[in-house]
């Protein structure tokens, strides 16, 4: 069996989603993706020079070796550019593999240690209480677990994910104006005095069984977040997500011996080697990584299994950013994962993105239910995909009152 042939599109309804599509000699074709959130173009371009001449003639179902080429081949590995780029070439070979094993990737995996996976939606509030009304509409819909954000009173402008005015909608991934960031200004002082008290009364308002979730964003440093942790204890949280900047592993320590409040951290990393000391040395709770750009199925099934000797459960990305295809990765990864723990979901699940991404994987209730179709079980419909072009879109860069810049 041979590769003859890989197509790279970028584009989507509202978002530039990066999908790569890999043709064999007998009929069967896999899907991947690789959308780097505002930097869509680079690993599409690492696709096209570089991987898919490379690909072209290779044996599809030798995805350990094919993986193991890109990366140790690379000599300049890792990187969220490259690893977006092998995670998509990895998630087309398992999407082969499924197809030609007539079996939904999960069987491949060890079949399902459950029904349906838990998710989490992102609600959002100006302030205090239009984030209530935003929770409020997340629990009719039948959400358990809800990520709480809301304005802080004082802070010059909006902050991580949070709209400008009560009611509006905020679309915080990408801002399609132009290249250049909008600046949000950031006070940690105010934070920290708002927030706990803000988080205690959601719990009173919601009562004790709504999981609560919250995102700082890597905006604190190392003892501010042991006192932010420390202070919001009493609140019960599900987690707290990167309360410093995720690329010094020893920071959880002071914040380890200050509170047991569980910690969810990796979004942005792309290999195991940048969570390996958080995960043995028991400083997270849950990892966040993404198949989309932490190297594919093949190198998130490792960091998984590691995590679970740790106790260390899953709570992988799933920004808007991400396409059905990752998602469709990810909903066969968290329908095996012995050490699951939920999954973020906040897909556009719009009619545009149904006819352009095409699958029977179905969310009721807060839970995703995975399709049991052969592969990935999601199909991309290259017609629709004549409709979109890319758009080049930024997030903001963070400020100080006084100028210094600061993390997103
Ligand atoms: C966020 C992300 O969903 C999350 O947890 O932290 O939305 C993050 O801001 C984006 O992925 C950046 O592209
Ligand atoms: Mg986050």
Same mark, same amino acid.
């Given at each position: 069996?041979?590769?003859?042939?890989?197509?790279?599109?970028?584009?989507?309804?509202?978002?530039?989603?990066?999908?790569?599509?890999?043709?064999?000699?007998?009929?069967?074709?896999?899907?991947?993706?690789?959308?780097?959130?505002?930097?869509?173009?680079?690993?599409?371009?690492?696709?096209?020079?570089?991987?898919?001449?490379?690909?072209?003639?290779?044996?599809?179902?030798?995805?350990?070796?094919?993986?193991?080429?890109?990366?140790?081949?690379?000599?300049?590995?890792?990187?969220?550019?490259?690893?977006?780029?092998?995670?998509?070439?990895?998630?087309?070979?398992?999407?082969?593999?499924?197809?030609?094993?007539?079996?939904?990737?999960?069987?491949?995996?060890?079949?399902?240690?459950?029904?349906?996976?838990?998710?989490?939606?992102?609600?959002?509030?100006?302030?205090?209480?239009?984030?209530?009304?935003?929770?409020?509409?997340?629990?009719?819909?039948?959400?358990?677990?809800?990520?709480?954000?809301?304005?802080?009173?004082?802070?010059?402008?909006?902050?991580?994910?949070?709209?400008?005015?009560?009611?509006?909608?905020?679309?915080?991934?990408?801002?399609?104006?132009?290249?250049?960031?909008?600046?949000?200004?950031?006070?940690?002082?105010?934070?920290?005095?708002?927030?706990?008290?803000?988080?205690?009364?959601?719990?009173?308002?919601?009562?004790?069984? @709504?999981? /609560?979730?919250?995102?700082?964003?890597?905006? *604190?440093? =190392?003892? $501010?977040?042991?006192?932010?942790?420390?202070? %919001?204890?009493?609140?019960?949280?599900?987690?707290?997500?990167?309360?410093?900047?995720?690329?010094?592993?020893?920071?959880?320590?002071?914040?380890?011996?200050?509170?047991?409040?569980?910690?969810?951290?990796?979004?942005?990393?792309?290999?195991?080697?940048?969570?390996?000391?958080?995960?043995?040395?028991?400083?997270?709770?849950?990892?966040?990584?993404?198949?989309?750009?932490?190297?594919?199925?093949?190198?998130?099934?490792?960091?998984?299994?590691?995590?679970?000797?740790?106790?260390?459960?899953?709570?992988?990305?799933?920004?808007?950013?991400?396409?059905?295809?990752?998602?469709?990765?990810?909903?066969?990864?968290?329908?095996?994962?012995?050490?699951?723990?939920?999954?973020?979901? @906040?897909? /556009?699940?719009?009619?545009?993105?149904?006819? *352009?991404? =095409?699958? $029977?994987?179905?969310?009721?209730?807060?839970? %995703?239910?995975?399709?049991?179709?052969?592969?990935?079980?999601?199909?991309?419909?290259?017609?629709?995909?004549?409709?979109?072009?890319?758009?080049?879109?930024?997030?903001?860069?963070?400020?100080?009152?006084?100028?210094?810049?600061?993390?997103?």
């Amino acid at each position: 069996m041979k590769i003859t042939d890989a197509k790279v599109f970028v584009g989507g309804p509202g978002k530039n989603y990066v999908t790569l599509k890999i043709i064999t000699d007998q009929g069967i074709y896999g899907l991947g993706d690789a959308t780097l959130n505002n930097r869509e173009t680079l690993p599409a371009k690492y696709l096209q020079d570089y991987l898919i001449p490379n690909l072209i003639g290779m044996d599809p179902r030798n995805s350990e070796d094919i993986w193991q080429f890109f990366y140790r081949g690379a000599y300049f590995r890792r990187g969220p550019i490259a690893m977006a780029a092998f995670g998509a070439i990895d998630m087309a070979l398992w999407d082969i593999k499924g197809k030609l094993a007539n079996m939904p990737l999960y069987q491949l995996f060890g079949g399902k240690s459950r029904d349906g996976a838990m998710v989490y939606a992102h609600a959002t509030g100006a302030d205090l209480e239009d984030l209530m009304d935003s929770i409020s509409q997340y629990v009719e819909q039948g959400y358990r677990a809800v990520r709480v954000q809301c304005g802080i009173p004082g802070m010059p402008t909006a902050s991580y994910a949070v709209p400008d005015k009560p009611g509006e909608n905020e679309h915080y991934m990408s801002d399609f104006s132009g290249i250049r960031p909008k600046v949000e200004i950031w006070n940690s002082d105010r934070y920290l005095r708002y927030m706990p008290g803000a988080l205690a009364e959601i719990r009173a308002r919601f009562g004790p069984e @709504l999981k /609560l979730l919250h995102d700082v964003h890597h905006r *604190l440093t =190392p003892r $501010e977040a042991a006192e932010f942790a420390r202070a %919001v204890e009493p609140v019960g949280l599900y987690w707290l997500e990167d309360p410093t900047p995720a690329e010094d592993q020893s920071a959880l320590k002071l914040l380890r011996q200050h509170s047991t409040v569980p910690v969810a951290i990796g979004e942005v990393f792309n290999s195991i080697w940048e969570c390996n000391k958080l995960i043995e040395q028991e400083l997270i709770d849950f990892i966040r990584v993404a198949v989309t750009y932490a190297g594919g199925i093949t190198h998130v099934k490792r960091i998984v299994d590691l995590a679970g000797l740790h106790h260390v459960r899953t709570g992988f990305h799933g920004a808007p950013s991400h396409s059905p295809i990752s998602m469709a990765a990810q909903h066969h990864l968290n329908a095996w994962a012995p050490n699951f723990g939920i999954q973020e979901y @906040l897909v /556009l699940d719009t009619p545009e993105c149904d006819a *352009l991404f =095409p699958s $029977e994987h179905r969310m009721k209730n807060g839970m %995703v239910y995975v399709s049991d179709a052969p592969g990935l079980g999601v199909d991309f419909d290259e017609s629709e995909a004549q409709n979109y072009s890319y758009k080049p879109g930024s997030h903001p860069v963070v400020r100080l009152e006084d100028g210094t810049l600061w993390d997103y």
